[in-house]
């Protein structure tokens, strides 16, 4: 039986991220993953990550992915692939199935970063071919390159149900509706609003009747829920969709755990089934330690720092690093930690309704209920100014941990400050240069460049544009709102591509000046 | 106060979902989950040994909380208070014949 200083179950972000702070302090790290390909789900992420520059915000997360897994193969870390741990034994004893057998390994210390699996929600015609997991859509779409259906239902509007709802968009999917029993959207209001320009509708307080179809789905049905989710008569309405999508959440896969021992509670602001750990992840079982959703759903960005945590946790408890070393790292990943969790979305605010943003401004109603910001709302938010000439617009209104607009700016137009959930704004002492960095740097696509006096009687509008076929300067068609609804006539007068935008394309678009603060997507006739 | 056989938990009443199906690798309704309840399995390891809900390919990764559910509504108390299924080995299917061939060796890969 092979020992190894540390075994960790799971290369996902946390995995892979434990992996190589042990490995760099000099432990004989093996990690083992199920799966074909490592890095858990961070390769079908296509879209760039919210955060701060320092933890990698405005990357993609595939591109993390491919970091992790170089610094992973830099340090050292053996990562066995179409590994499956099926059982974790006293004295950290470890199954594997690896290919046609099983192998017994035993590990000095244990991380298990085994993740999440997606719920499922049960209605009438759930089990039918076509009612499918967000997971399994973005597994389709982003690692194999198929498209999951043509007319789509998608059920939730967490972060999850928005970013592959958009996704789905880009894959050139129609969807039919977003809906959620939540009377609110969960998610990012930045990504709700990519989708409600397009003209994707939302309903809220609704949920899924049924499921039609025989050999698989060919439509749906959804209602109203009153508050204690009963269906109201008389509300139904029928979708004919072929696809119905699942965002609704997500299990810790904590299996393993109970299995060694380890002290188990149901949290269910944690997800489910989990083990009781401190902050840096170790167990009621010394030496066998946590990281990532496994130990709590989060996301890939705290899952990392987590990750990172626990392998120096383990360094520690292995007598690699002494207690005055662990200290100072842990205290620099603790503040990134924090910065991560905080904000409206922090996980103590979970379901609760935040009426004022830091700054004391009415949160947007519309934008919790409807996905956009209506036009009568938006004035109030510090990012939405009227200058003369070019200028950034930043339709940002909710205190998210996100800042790299900020560093953006070649002039230091944007001020976000030292509290990275706090609104951007726009610095008028200086002056744009209609550069565009800010605009493709805004990971919720949120920051547009507007100038009232591009000419005569008309506004030029530049936009984040992420969809294929790019339009072709001088095309002509139609500008619509925040809502998705169309406004006025649109003609496109630039589109720019630059590696620095990392494949966010620039397309400016010339509309009457009346329509400048209503204008936010395009639409070629 | 789970546990507590003689709890009287009143009649099945038949309702228009019981056909649904639940857990998917077993095929097992949501009527045969209420049925057990009243058939006197209060915990979720005596419905998993007396229906196979959760023994399937998936083990129970997708049924268990709904499952944990429907039996928790059945017997009118918190899912909360249902302890979860043991956690046994094998945690993934795995075919008998693997199950059983231990490695000769140390892989060499080292």
Known sequence: ?525 | MVNDRLRDIGEFVPSADDDMIICRCEEITKGEIRKAVHDGMFTLTEIRRYLRCGMGLCQGQTCSKHVKNIVAKELGISPAELEPATSRVPMRPIEMRIFANEAKEVRSDE
């Not at chain 1, 009568?376 to 800042?403: A, L, S, W």
């Not at chain 1, 609804?485 to 620039?506: G, M, R, W, Y």
Request: charged residues 20%; contains cysteine; negative net charge.
């Open chain 1, 1 to 525: 039986m092979k020992r190894y200083d540390l075994i960790i179950v799971g290369a996902g972000p946390s995995g892979l991220s434990a992996a190589i702070e042990a490995a760099k302090r000099g432990m004989n790290v093996i990690v083992f993953d199920e799966n074909e390909r490592p890095g858990g789900q961070l390769f079908k992420q296509i879209h760039k990550f919210f955060g701060s520059k320092e933890h990698k915000a405005k990357v993609r997360g595939f591109v993390i992915g491919k970091q992790l897994l170089d610094e992973a193969a830099e340090t050292g870390v053996k990562v066995i692939l179409n590994a499956t741990v099926i059982g974790l034994y006293q004295d950290k004893e470890i199954v594997v199935k690896i290919g046609e057998a099983v192998e017994h390994y035993k590990g000095n210390s244990i991380i298990i970063a085994t993740g999440a699996a997606e719920n499922m929600v049960t209605f009438p015609g759930w089990t039918l071919p076509g009612v499918i997991g967000a997971g399994a859509a973005q597994t389709m779409m982003n690692i194999h390159g198929v498209k999951p259906g043509s007319k789509i239902l998608m059920l939730g509007s967490g972060n999850v149900g928005l970013v592959v709802g958009f996704q789905l968009l880009q894959c050139g999917c129609e969807i039919a509706a977003l809906v959620d029993a939540a009377p609110r959207i969960g998610g990012y209001g930045v990504h709700a609003a990519k989708l409600a320009r397009t003209g994707v509708p939302f309903y809220l307080s609704h949920t899924i009747v049924e499921a039609e179809g025989d050999a698989c789905v060919t439509g749906v049905t959804i209602a109203e829920i009153d508050s204690s989710f009963n269906f109201i008569p008389g509300t139904e309405k029928h979708f004919d969709v072929d696809t119905i999508c699942m965002a609704v959440g997500l299990s810790p896969m904590s299996q393993l755990l109970k299995m060694a021992g380890c002290k188990m509670e149901d949290n269910p602001k944690r997800g489910g089934q989990v083990p009781i750990c401190d902050e840096y992840g170790r167990t009621s079982i010394p030496g066998i330690f946590v990281a990532g959703d496994v130990s709590g759903i989060e996301e890939a960005s705290s899952a990392m720092i987590e990750g990172r945590m626990a392998g120096i946790a383990a360094a520690e408890y292995l007598g690699y690093i002494d207690e005055n070393e662990l200290n100072k790292e842990l205290a620099s990943l603790d503040k990134a930690l924090s910065g991560l969790r905080q904000g409206m979305f922090a996980p103590e605010n979970r379901g609760r309704l935040i009426e004022k943003t830091d700054e004391g401004i009415a949160v947007s109603d519309s934008l919790l209920k409807k996905g956009y910001v209506a036009d009568d709302e938006i004035e109030r938010f510090p990012g939405f100014t009227h200058t003369k000439g070019i200028h950034p617009v930043m339709e940002c209104t909710q205190n998210i941990p996100c800042n790299p607009c900020q560093d953006a700016c070649p002039k230091g137009c944007i001020k976000i400050g030292k509290d990275i959930t706090a609104l951007p704004a726009v610095d008028d002492s200086v002056s744009c240069i209609g550069c565009g960095m800010c605009v493709a740097s805004c990971s919720g696509q949120a920051i547009f460049l507007v100038d009232e006096t591009y000419e005569e009687g008309y506004a030029s509008i530049t936009m984040p544009y992420e969809f294929f076929p790019l339009p072709e300067i001088g095309i002509k068609g139609k500008a619509l709102g925040r809502d998705g609804q169309i406004v006025c006539e649109a003609e496109v007068i630039n589109v720019k591509s630059l590696p620095a935008f990392d494949k966010t394309n620039l397309l400016t678009i010339k509309v009457p000046v009346e329509y400048a603060s209503k204008a936010r997507f395009f639409k070629a006739e």
